[in-house]
């Protein structure tokens, strides 16, 4: 087990992670920011997960906004109007004791080279905290986030034709992290689309909390594709976590466009041969995860949310 904590803009598959998380790693604290919902919308839906699975850790709400841009539109087709499919009305404070940012960086001083920040949400947070403590990239044992395309198996955007959600909402932040000596772990819709999971087979888990929120989604991603399934993306983080033979991974630097119609778009260095004006001269080496045995991480799924 992993110290983790998840730094998440919680909509509907952000709540299936912490659930896999709060399950099979030693989940720490929960820091929210600004993506799918409002930073708000988050730390509430931060609060109604922790009472509906009576889970006591710190809630920290963290960046409003992106690094330069406007906030991107909450994403209410796919996750409904408050993240969580509109499924639940309770209303929770959004303020929290502490700072995310903060909260991030004592963590990481306290537990030196322990403690693995699993980003499921815009990079914003996690920008901002190795801006204001740039020894944070020693100190954390690694980062694993959900973001990114790089047009394996066909998957190259799901915002643009280029960009991911989470990596175009703030590509200015996902830009300084990639370029940070931060080790990192991408887990990209290379290998989180292929992983489908549908409403029958989460019934079928009786979990009722994820079972209600997922409906929404389900019903949405019917009339847009006619599957009634989803794309657990944010989940696969922790079964990465938890089985990492389970994916096949590449190692190579890593850019962000920010620029043109291909702003948001991640790419990992395609060249073979030195060449000349090499653009990722200088940029670390990160872990894109390109493959992924589906079956396995469905069954690892189903049974740890089944509490095997
Ligand atoms: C990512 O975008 C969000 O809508 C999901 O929660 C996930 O983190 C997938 O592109
Ligand atoms: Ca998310």
């Given at each position: 087990m992993e110290k983790i904590i998840i730094d998440t803009d919680i909509g509907i598959d952000d709540a299936f992670a912490l659930r896999l998380g709060m399950l099979k790693q030693d989940l720490v604290g929960i820091t929210t920011v600004a993506g799918n919902v409002t930073a708000d919308m988050a730390t509430r839906n931060a609060k109604l997960f922790c009472q509906h699975y009576g889970l006591n850790v710190p809630i920290c709400k963290g960046a409003t906004r992106p690094l330069m841009e406007e906030p991107c539109e909450p994403i209410t087709d796919v996750h409904g109007d408050d993240g969580l499919g509109g499924f639940y009305h309770e209303y929770f404070d959004?303020?929290?004791?502490?700072?995310a940012v903060d909260f991030i960086i004592s963590m990481a001083k306290a537990h030196p080279q322990e403690l693995t920040l699993v980003a499921i949400g815009p990079l914003t947070n996690v920008a901002l905290a190795l801006n204001l403590c740039p020894e944070l990239a020693k100190l954390l044992k690694r980062l694993v986030i959900m973001g990114g395309a790089?047009?394996?198996?066909?998957?190259?955007?799901?915002?643009?034709?280029?960009?991911e959600f989470n990596i175009n909402c703030d590509p200015e932040a996902a830009a300084q992290v990639f370029a940070s000596s931060l080790p990192t772990v991408i887990v990209p819709?290379?290998?989180?689309?292929e992983v489908l999971i549908s409403g029958e087979e989460i019934a079928a888990v009786g979990d009722e909390f994820l079972t209600n929120i997922s409906k929404h989604y389900l019903q949405f991603s019917f009339e847009e594709e006619g599957f009634y399934g989803m794309a657990v993306h944010d989940a696969l983080t922790i079964v990465y976590l938890c089985h990492p033979e389970l994916f096949t991974a590449k190692e190579g630097a890593v850019r962000v466009s920010l620029n043109g119609?291909?702003?948001g778009q991640t790419m990992q260095n395609p060249s073979t041969m030195p060449v000349p004006?090499?653009?990722?001269?200088?940029y670390p080496a990160k872990q894109v995860l390109v493959d992924v045995e589906v079956n396995s991480v469905k069954d690892f799924i189903f049974r740890a949310l089944k509490g095997a």
């Open positions: 959004s303020t929290t004791e502490r700072n790089f047009g394996h198996h066909g998957h190259s955007g799901n915002m643009s034709n280029f960009a819709l290379d290998v989180t689309y119609i291909t702003r004006d090499d653009c990722f001269k200088g």
